[in-house]
């Protein structure tokens, strides 16, 4: 079954520091991918995602994530958090699950707080 | 409303009630998903739908679990004789197939056993 893994369960940054949050996923085909964010009360919106082409991928609110083949990675980046980004971010994969269908599978998720 | 819409926000029901979820997907979209995420965990898979049809159900834990798309937008997730290691978010999704793979997640239904 697929996994996979986000390293930081917690991390914790004042602001205008990098951000760097790590996802590894288990599968060996192709795959897409995703960054969710879920910000305190709110439901999970999409922060960016990779299907194919350019292994970096800019989404939303200055966020990018660089789809590293070998390493069976993507990574979650910013240059300068703000306050406002703080928030719970979720990895996920979309890949062949049970049933023979495709699947979303999430990481356990790496909250992030940013101190002003 | 443009979004996935999901009833009731919050629910609290005692151990052994029977629990039913609702979800509304976005208009146009025909797969449909349920996750369920525990404290300090990630969303997890429960079951898909294509249209009215249950594509993969794999997720769902037992058999207490059902849920029904009979006209092929609205689902309802039920819950029979709930336990209280039932309490969770449930959150439903849905995608158009034709922006890739991206799936729109609702607010998500709390439900708490006591």
């Known amino acids: 079954a697929q996994s996979v893994s986000q390293h930081n369960h917690h991390v914790i940054l004042s602001e205008a520091a990098s951000l760097e949050l790590g996802c590894n996923y288990s599968y060996g085909g192709t795959v897409n991918l995703f960054w969710y964010v879920q910000y305190p009360g709110q439901h999970l919106q999409l922060l960016l995602k990779?299907?194919?082409?350019?292994?970096l991928v800019k989404g939303i609110k200055g966020f990018e994530a660089e789809f590293i083949k070998s390493k069976f990675s993507f990574n979650l980046r910013k240059p300068s958090v703000q306050w406002s980004d703080t928030a719970e971010y979720f990895c996920a994969v979309w890949s062949p699950g049970g049933a023979g269908s495709y699947q979303l599978t999430f990481g356990k998720g790496t909250k992030l707080s940013v101190i002003p | 409303g443009a979004g996935v819409s999901q009833t009731p926000s919050n629910k609290v029901t005692e151990k052994g009630k029977y629990v039913e979820l609702r979800c509304d997907p976005i208009s146009g979209h025909t797969a449909l998903y349920w996750y369920r995420q525990s404290l300090g965990q990630g969303p997890e898979f429960l079951i898909y739908f294509q249209g009215t049809g249950a594509a993969d159900d794999s997720g769902l834990p037992n058999d207490r679990f059902f849920a029904v798309r009979p006209e092929g937008s609205v689902s309802t997730l039920k819950i029979q004789r709930t336990e209280r290691g039932d309490s969770a978010v449930y959150l439903c999704?849905?995608?158009?197939?034709?922006?890739?793979?991206?799936?729109?997640f609702g607010e998500g239904s709390w439900l708490t056993v006591v």
């Open positions: 990779y299907f194919s082409g350019d292994p």
């Open positions: 999704a849905s995608s158009s197939g034709t922006d890739g793979n991206t799936i729109y």
